[in-house]
């Protein structure tokens, strides 16, 4: 007889992890089913954020940044090193421990909520029964079993977009797994995408010694992100930190060598143009990953880009078949995958006691985006750009860094925070930062945002002196007109 549950996950990033979880606190009798295994061939928990995404760019991404704090910050402060260098394999393993640390903890926080984790690949399986519940089958190597659960949560997250031409091998031709997990730091490093991978981890090895240059086939920079923020990110990475950013550009040929890659591209203006690089990093979106997942077995609709098809709950087309995180609409980011795993958790209880108007759904319009480079890059809400667009009039109030006590002291300087803010009402439409700890700084906005607080609620709130936060204080007194300090 196969096992039963009331919920099966599959998928445990962190969307299913954190579905799974709750799912368990909420009294589900819970299955997880993941089929990750890191690079010594063993099962690890925490999908792509944990394994080889957020933890680990970011653990790099400090370490680098620590790097060159000492090389080249430390003497304005007076602190002299001598014989400052760098040890790669060192740093490697540091990321490596903090990975595991975290993906064995997960294991830890199944086994305290008896969440049954199930290593292996989820297949859904066409039900020929009395359709209570949902089939799944569960493959690993040569072990197959099937597992029965009357709900089924989908979080199977996403993987690098490919390019037919550059085919990754992890050697000369790098995804996110790869550019990772370098233990030598390329004399000159190649990156194709201009997007959030593209600029980590240009940031991580140009830190760390490389050349970077980066081809980015749209022709403006950034376009996520607002264009002022877009344009003073540009100015800064390319003439302070000495990135070589390309934009506009058509890839035509990569040729790999024993020692490097060829890139061959026509410029923004047509012009054939070569790139010869030690190491070559692809990163040019993510696609939702439906492979082998039986969605044809069931009749799961997938939409046109390959996105599990799902409404505003996350509910898919069938019954009490849930899917959340990257394979769904909207940001591909590991905190809008949780918060969704945790409403369908919540949704499910809500589904099973007749409550439909109980159903918790996620906002996606105040969901906060980072860019960890140095500066961070933060925001939350409508850019400039969008609001313009679609005709919506506002108000807007801005203040830099280099006028706050406390990023004079921490020799940060650079960027600024942008307050928009609804010309009739001024209820907060967007908050846009460039600088210094943003990306703990944002979450202010977030909050205010969700509490549809005015632009005057937060230029009325005490913020702690000297602390970052006052930017945005000014920023918010700065939509009236009537910032202090500039
Ligand atoms: P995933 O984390 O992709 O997890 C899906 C899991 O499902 C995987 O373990 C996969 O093996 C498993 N799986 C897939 N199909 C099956 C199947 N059929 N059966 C069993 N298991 C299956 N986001 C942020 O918010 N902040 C960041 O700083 C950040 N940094 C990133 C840096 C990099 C380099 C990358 C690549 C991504 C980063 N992201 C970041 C994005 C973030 O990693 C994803 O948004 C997040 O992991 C999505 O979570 P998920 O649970 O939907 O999917
Ligand atoms: P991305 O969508 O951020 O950027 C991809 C870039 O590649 C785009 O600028 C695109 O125009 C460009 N591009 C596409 N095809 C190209 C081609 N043929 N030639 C040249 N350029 C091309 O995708 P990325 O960087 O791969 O990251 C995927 C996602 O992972 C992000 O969108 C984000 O959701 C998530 N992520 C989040 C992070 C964070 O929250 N800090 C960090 C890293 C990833």
Same mark, same amino acid.
């Given at each position: 007889?196969?096992?039963?549950?009331?919920?099966?996950?599959?998928?445990?990033?962190?969307?299913?992890?954190?579905?799974?979880?709750?799912?368990?606190?909420?009294?589900?009798?819970?299955? @997880?089913?993941?089929?990750?295994?890191?690079?010594?061939?063993?099962?690890?928990?925490?999908? %792509? @954020?944990?394994?080889?995404?957020?933890?680990?760019?970011?653990?790099?991404?400090?370490?680098?940044?620590?790097?060159?704090?000492?090389?080249?910050?430390?003497?304005?402060?007076?602190?002299?090193?001598?014989?400052?260098?760098?040890?790669?394999?060192?740093?490697?393993?540091?990321?490596?421990?903090?990975?595991?640390?975290?993906?064995?903890?997960?294991? %830890?926080?199944?086994?305290?909520?008896?969440?049954?984790?199930?290593?292996?690949?989820?297949?859904?399986?066409?039900?020929?029964?009395?359709?209570?519940?949902?089939?799944?089958?569960?493959?690993?190597?040569?072990?197959?079993?099937?597992?029965?659960?009357?709900?089924?949560?989908?979080?199977?997250?996403?993987?690098?977009? /490919?390019?037919?031409?550059?085919?990754?091998?992890?050697?000369?031709?790098?995804?996110?797994?790869?550019?990772?997990?370098? !233990?030598?730091?390329?004399?000159?490093?190649?990156?194709?995408?201009?997007?959030?991978?593209?600029?980590?981890?240009?940031?991580?090895?140009?830190?760390?010694?490389?050349?970077?240059?980066?081809?980015?086939?749209?022709?403006?920079?950034?376009?996520?992100?607002?264009?002022?923020?877009?344009?003073?990110?540009?100015?800064?990475?390319?003439?302070?930190?000495?990135?070589?950013?390309?934009?506009?550009?058509?890839?035509?040929?990569?040729?790999?060598?024993?020692?490097? !890659?060829?890139?061959?591209?026509?410029?923004?203006?047509?012009?054939?143009?070569?790139?010869?690089?030690? /190491?070559?990093?692809?990163?040019?979106?993510?696609?939702?990953?439906?492979?082998?997942?039986?969605?044809?077995?069931?009749?799961?609709?997938?939409?046109?880009?390959?996105?599990?098809?799902?409404?505003?709950? @996350?509910?898919?087309?069938?019954?009490?078949?849930?899917?959340?995180?990257?394979?769904?609409?909207?940001?591909?980011?590991?905190?809008?995958?949780?918060?969704?795993?945790?409403?369908?958790?919540?949704?499910?209880?809500?589904?099973?006691?007749? /409550?439909?108007?109980?159903?918790?759904?996620?906002?996606?319009?105040?969901?906060?985006?980072?860019?960890?480079?140095?500066?961070?890059?933060?925001?939350?809400?409508?850019?400039?750009?969008?609001?313009?667009?679609?005709?919506?009039?506002?108000?807007?109030?801005?203040?830099?860094?280099?006028?706050?006590?406390?990023?004079?002291?921490?020799?940060?300087?650079?960027?600024?925070?942008?307050?928009?803010?609804?010309?009739?009402?001024?209820?907060?439409?967007?908050?846009?930062?460039?600088?210094?700890?943003?990306?703990?700084?944002?979450?202010?906005? !977030?909050?205010?945002?969700?509490?549809?607080?005015?632009?005057?609620?937060?230029?009325?709130?005490?913020?702690?002196?000297?602390?970052?936060?006052?930017?945005?204080?000014?920023?918010?007194?700065?939509?009236?007109?009537?910032?202090?300090?500039?």
């Amino acid at each position: 007889m196969s096992q039963s549950f009331d919920v099966a996950v599959i998928g445990a990033g962190p969307g299913g992890y954190v579905a799974a979880i709750r799912c368990a606190q909420l009294g589900l009798n819970t299955a @997880c089913i993941d089929e990750w295994k890191n690079s010594q061939g063993k099962a690890s928990l925490g999908g %792509t @954020c944990l394994n080889v995404g957020c933890i680990p760019s970011k653990a790099l991404l400090e370490s680098s940044e620590n790097y060159e704090r000492a090389a080249l910050k430390y003497s304005a402060h007076g602190i002299k090193i001598e014989g400052l260098s760098v040890d790669i394999p060192v740093m490697i393993s540091r990321k490596d421990k903090i990975v595991t640390a975290f993906t064995s903890g997960i294991a %830890t926080l199944f086994k305290k909520n008896k969440i049954t984790s199930i290593h292996g690949r989820g297949t859904l399986v066409k039900d020929k029964g009395d359709k209570k519940s949902w089939k799944v089958k569960v493959m690993s190597g040569d072990k197959v079993e099937t597992i029965e659960a009357k709900y089924i949560i989908i979080a199977t997250g996403s993987t690098p977009r /490919q390019l037919p031409f550059a085919i990754v091998d992890n050697e000369r031709i790098l995804d996110n797994e790869g550019a990772l997990a370098l !233990v030598e730091v390329p004399k000159h490093l190649g990156i194709i995408g201009a997007g959030v991978i593209g600029l980590e981890m240009a940031s991580v090895w140009r830190r760390l010694g490389s050349k970077v240059t980066i081809l980015e086939s749209l022709p403006e920079f950034l376009t996520i992100v607002d264009e002022q923020v877009a344009k003073e990110a540009q100015k800064i990475f390319t003439r302070e930190l000495g990135l070589e950013i390309q934009i506009g550009i058509n890839i035509t040929a990569i040729k790999t060598g024993k020692k490097t !890659v060829l890139v061959e591209y026509l410029d923004a203006q047509a012009k054939a143009q070569k790139l010869e690089v030690n /190491q070559l990093i692809v990163s040019v979106g993510r696609v939702p990953n439906t492979a082998e997942l039986g969605a044809e077995n069931v009749g799961l609709r997938i939409d046109d880009g390959g996105r599990i098809e799902v409404d505003s709950y @996350c509910r898919t087309n069938l019954p009490n078949v849930y899917a959340v995180g990257d394979v769904v609409r909207g940001p591909m980011l590991a905190h809008k995958a949780s918060e969704e795993g945790i409403a369908v958790a919540e949704s499910i209880i809500a589904n099973a006691a007749g /409550q439909e108007r109980e159903l918790i759904k996620l906002n996606l319009d105040t969901i906060p985006w980072v860019i960890y480079t140095s500066p961070e890059i933060a925001w939350v809400g409508k850019t400039e750009q969008e609001l313009k667009t679609t005709g919506i009039r506002y108000k807007a109030g801005q203040f830099p860094f280099m006028a706050n006590g406390r990023a004079q002291s921490l020799g940060e300087t650079s960027g600024f925070v942008k307050v928009l803010a609804d010309a009739n009402t001024d209820r907060i439409l967007g908050v846009h930062m460039i600088g210094p700890y943003v990306s703990e700084m944002i979450s202010e906005a !977030v909050v205010a945002m969700e509490f549809a607080a005015s632009s005057e609620d937060i230029a009325r709130i005490v913020h702690a002196h000297p602390s970052l936060s006052e930017v945005l204080h000014e920023a918010a007194l700065g939509v009236d007109k009537r910032a202090l300090h500039i």
